[in-house]
């Protein structure tokens, strides 16, 4: 209770500071200017301290960071205490900061600036409760990231013995990538979501987590409390400009449902699917994990005409990882952004050694201002040539908001940093561009090819965006109270029908608590669903906006379409990126996109017209199948 109280007293003792200081100097009643000068004053005071603050934090984590680098006995285990402190100190500071400034009345702040830094900074997600509360949720979080990394599932070829139990990542998922076994899909399927809800312990961390978010919102006066979860976006009903953005994709989204359809019932026979045009979610998840890997249980459009093999030119021209690195940042050297010097490569690109690597080797970039680093992950291949990209862009970021004022250096709005990322791993992976790397001999593919490369994309993307909707609609519509305890599993299940036509393959009812694995990754505010559903469709927002400017995308021309688009070396689209990155979040998210797309809402547009192919494609080929696109899209909870 005390520690509850704590937050508040700071609140009082400034508001009664504050007003004492505003009496005393201003006896003057016709003037305001002299007390909006005062409020500018006090924050300004409060915001220098907190910089100061600040500045300490990076420099242990730059110094962390240098000491990994020489190798001087440091790992990220013997790490894991300072890291721990660390990020203790960040949030005690950001949480007295927004106690201290919760006071200062925004709308009385004439410099625009100031307003905005302490509009973002008197507001806070989890970093708002209470010490104990927030060490809670923070281990819900670790236990519902259990969920993906702990070895609770008896392998379906050692069910009897149990001998090695399995974790979904990486072993259920490879495996769900691999079989052709329908049911051993159904087996992970069931015996992960019973594992993970064993004696509810699914369903009650979530709503416990859900819980301490309400607290978290209670504090911010958020009245519904997802304004809490959607706070940087600063939008009423955000939630809705989502859902547009999906009915925008939906008629794309229903071909391929189709299309996909089709081929699981050649593929694992008719009964399959259910009568209502439903696809299975264990089989759903299948054909996402295949995406990109060979002898799938879908056909790319044109079976004969495989992709050319870019994995062994590609080893012959990059030769190293580092090479990789510098492709990377020669792309954006080449659109006018900053160069990546020798002492950048020397002194903060660290790669990560093979036992950190483990199984998800993922590379990570750092920010402690005036520097940025990057730890790598030593990979040579495509997938890593193109990844490299969004994390070359993020550096881009850290280089150019890093002298805005403390709480404005960060991207406006969750996602909008890898959604510019996401334009340029596009841009990286087209056929244009590996010919312009010499891995590709041609600069565009056969018709035939591009459509099936196009195929593999759109089984990654189109898929993808209303999975990443469903997951934080379910979140949200629970956290608000629109979702009772009574129906979680069914109101779970009525949006898999009604935004995707997915259903479970079985029979299930309330004791049983559905969502899937990316649903707990998603709760981290950090990794959300929202943040994803953003990077991917803002991302081919930025792509498209990105591509006209440099005129490698020209609407109609058959030479020129957008998914062959390769915006390298255009000075117009460097100049947007580079304009948006300076802004940092000095301005809300819609003025800085509009720079870029001219356009202040999501849109699916960029989705569309990267995908047109590939819808007249599946049209034309569902027709000549026979099959309809759509499914009945209802389902009635039952409480049994
Ligand atoms: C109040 O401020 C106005 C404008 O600055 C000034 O003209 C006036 O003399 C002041 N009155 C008193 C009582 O100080
Ligand atoms: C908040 O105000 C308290 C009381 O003046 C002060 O001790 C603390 O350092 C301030 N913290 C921040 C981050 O502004
Ligand atoms: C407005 O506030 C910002 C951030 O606090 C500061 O850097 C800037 O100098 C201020 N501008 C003016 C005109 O005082
Ligand atoms: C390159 O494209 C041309 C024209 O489409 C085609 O004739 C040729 O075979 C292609 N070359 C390779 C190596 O694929
Ligand atoms: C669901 O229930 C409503 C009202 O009870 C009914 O009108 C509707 O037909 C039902 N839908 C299905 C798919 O069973």
Known sequence: MWLLKC?????????????????????????TVGKTTDYEYHATNILDDATKRMQKIWTVRHDIFVNLAKGRGYNLINQAPIKHEIDNAYRNLVYELAANLSVIPVTQLKNHTLQRQVQRLSKLQLFGLRK??????????????????????????????????????????HHLARTKRLV????????????????????????NYVRLFRIAASYNGHVTPSRTWYLYYDTENFQR??????????????????????????????????????????VLEQIIQQAWLPRTVFHVPYPKNQLPPVQPRLEEVLVTPVKINKKAAEFFESLGLNHMSDAFYEKYSRRISAEEAGSDCKSEVYYFPPDVALRYCPNLDYKKLMQMHGH???????????????GLDREPCPGFGSAIGEASVIASGTPRHLHRLH???????????????????GVHTILAIPQYFINDKFLVDVMDGRIGSHEYNCAYWRLQYKYAGVAPPEQRSEKNFDPDYKFYKGLNPEKSNTMKFLSEVLGHQFNRAFCLASGQYRPGD??????????????????????????????????????????????????????????????EENKRLNVDAGWDADINCSND
């Open 7 to 31: 937050r508040h007293l700071f609140a009082l003792y400034f508001l009664i500071s504050v007003f004492l200081t505003v009496r005393g100097l201003k006896e003057n009643k016709t003037s």
């Open 132 to 173: 104990t509360d927030y060490e809670e949720a923070k281990d819900m979080l670790r236990i519902m990231n259990g969920f993906l990394t702990a070895h609770m599932v008896c392998h379906v070829q050692h069910v009897k013995d149990c001998s090695k139990p399995v974790a979904m990542v990486p072993t259920i998922l």
């Open 184 to 207: 051993e899909l159904d087996y992970y399927w069931r015996m992960w979501r019973k594992a993970v809800n064993e004696q509810d312990l699914a369903k009650s961390t979530f709503i």
């Open 241 to 282: 400009e989502l859902e547009d953005v999906v009915w925008e994709i939906m008629p794309l989204y229903q071909e391929m449902h189709a299309y996909l359809r089709h081929a699981i019932r050649t593929a694992y026979g008719q009964s399959v699917t259910p009568d209502d045009g439903c696809l299975p979610s264990s």
């Open 392 to 406: 070359m862009s993020e550096l881009q970021y850290n280089i150019y908001k890093k002298n805005l004022p403390f």
């Open 439 to 457: 891995i590709l001999y041609n600069e565009s593919l056969s018709e035939e090819e591009s459509l099936n490369r196009v195929f593999r994309m």
């Open 558 to 619: 058959a030479e020129y379409p957008l998914h062959n688009c390769d915006f390298y070396g255009s000075l117009n689209a460097g100049n947007m990126i580079k304009r948006m990155m300076e802004l940092g979040a000095t301005k809300h998210w819609r003025d800085i996109m509009e720079i870029a797309t001219g356009e202040r809402k999501l849109s699916g547009k960029g989705v569309m017209e990267y995908f047109a192919p590939l819808f007249t494609f599946l049209k």
